[in-house]
């Protein structure tokens, strides 16, 4: 297949309805909000990286309870449409349905609970917002400098 990367300076470029059908966008422009929450969560792991962790496996956790929410809905949905007459007289079909039940009500109290974790450990997480606003803050007046001069030109990466 033919491939072509098309680069720009250009802070907003307008493309045609019809380029921009035919074609994958990519903007890796940096935007302040962005860069505060990227700050946001280097700040936690320097000063709370507990916090960090713990957010972090409870986002884990959570995809895979929804997964396996996904797997058994599922698993009934394909029970109920294969099973051959009477659905109340398929031993399969009723033990498939007690097994989601009981998995259903767990994964949804390990959620309940992963949601009010998650609002403890934001609000912890905001005590460190400043910090992360005022990085953010910073690197677009460094980045500003160069149209002062040229040697005050600097990167992302060497930012963080």
């Known amino acids: 297949?033919?491939?072509?990367?098309i680069t720009t300076k250009l802070p907003n470029p307008a493309y045609t309805p019809e380029i921009s059908a035919r074609t994958s966008i990519i903007d890796f422009t940096v935007t302040m909000k962005g860069l505060e929450e990227q700050l946001?969560?280097?700040v936690i792991l320097t000063e709370k990286a507990e916090l960090e962790s713990e957010r972090l496996q409870m986002l884990e956790d959570v995809t895979l309870n929804k997964r396996k929410m996904?797997?058994?809905?599922d698993n009934l949905l394909y029970k109920l449409t294969s099973t051959?007459?009477?659905l109340v007289d398929d031993p399969t079909l009723i033990e498939v349905l007690q097994i989601t039940k009981q998995t259903a009500s767990e994964v949804n109290e390990k959620l309940m609970i992963a949601a009010e974790t998650e609002l403890k450990i934001n609000s912890a997480r905001e005590e460190f917002r400043p910090v992360a606003s005022r990085g953010s803050i910073l690197y677009f007046l460094i980045t500003e400098m160069s149209?002062?001069?040229v040697m005050y030109q600097t990167s992302l990466v060497q930012f963080l």
Do not use: A, P
């Open 40 to 42: 946001l969560g280097r």
């Open 1 to 5: 297949g033919f491939r072509m990367y």
């Open 147 to 149: 149209m002062v001069n």
């Open 70 to 73: 996904k797997e058994l809905e």
């Open 84 to 86: 051959q007459g009477s």
